[in-house]
Every structure is written in C-alpha cells, then in structure tokens.
C-alpha cells in the first residue's frame, strides 16, 4: 500500500505528514512524500537541505517512504492525482487549513479538485487530529 502525502510548511501540512507516518506505522506500506517547491520559489542548495531534511525525520520515524521532489510549476491537484495514479497508491491525505470563524468548511480549490479526481481516497485532517484507531470485530 502506497500513501502519497504532500508535504508543505504550516501546520496543515504538518498534520498530513503526521498523519501519514501514523498510518504507514499502523497499517504498513510506504508513504510517498510529493515535496512540491516550484524551481522559481527555491534554490537547488535548499531543495537538497530540504529533502535531506526530511528523509532524515522518515527514516527516524522507521517507516518505508520515498521522497519525490517537484520543481516545475505545475498544478498541484493534478500532480498529486497524477503520482497518485502512477504509483497506485491507496490513499492520499491532505490537512486542511484553519476554519473559518462562520462555521461553514471552506476548502481550498486544490483540495476540492484532489477530492474530485483523485483516483483513490483522500483523508482530510486538520493540525492536532489523530487518526482513529480501527474497530475491534
């Protein structure tokens, strides 16, 4: 089973992240980490730090993963899916930014189109979630 998580700064992206290595831990498989920096916003010395930064904190975490960077400038929803589906991974898991003070779930469009065409599930969670643990029979 492949879990493909996008990793981000803030703590939406923080919580995916968690959430995936949680669940890599519980139910096996490998995460697949989609480290998304366009090439215009970063250079390849801090791409490098960060990558190195990460795969240091999976391989802590003791758990199968890879990391996929992505330079180029490309729709998010789309690279998400698209690795998803070439991968055929089982499950994608997004967070979910802070909710609004009107009580209704705004979502941002790249997460309302990964839940559109997605070709797998997709967990949504917010910082501080935990995952539920399974029924017992």
Do not use: W
């Amino acid at each position: 089973m492949t879990v493909v998580v996008p990793v981000h700064s803030g703590p939406e992206g923080e919580a995916a992240l968690n959430a995936g290595i949680a669940y890599v831990r519980e139910f096996g498989g490998r995460l697949l980490a989609v480290l998304h920096r366009p090439s215009s916003q970063i250079s390849n010395e801090d791409l490098d730090q960060e990558i190195d930064e990460l795969s240091m904190r999976l391989e802590a975490e003791e758990i199968a993963f890879t990391v996929v960077p992505n330079t180029r400038s490309e729709d998010l929803a789309a690279l998400i899916s698209g690795t998803a589906k070439t991968e055929a991974a089982s499950l994608i898991i997004v967070g979910l930014s802070e909710a609004s003070n009107h009580g209704k779930l705004v979502l941002g469009t790249q997460v309302q189109r990964l839940l559109l065409e997605a070709p797998c599930a997709v967990l949504v969670v917010r910082e501080g979630q935990v995952l539920p643990q399974p029924q017992q029979g």
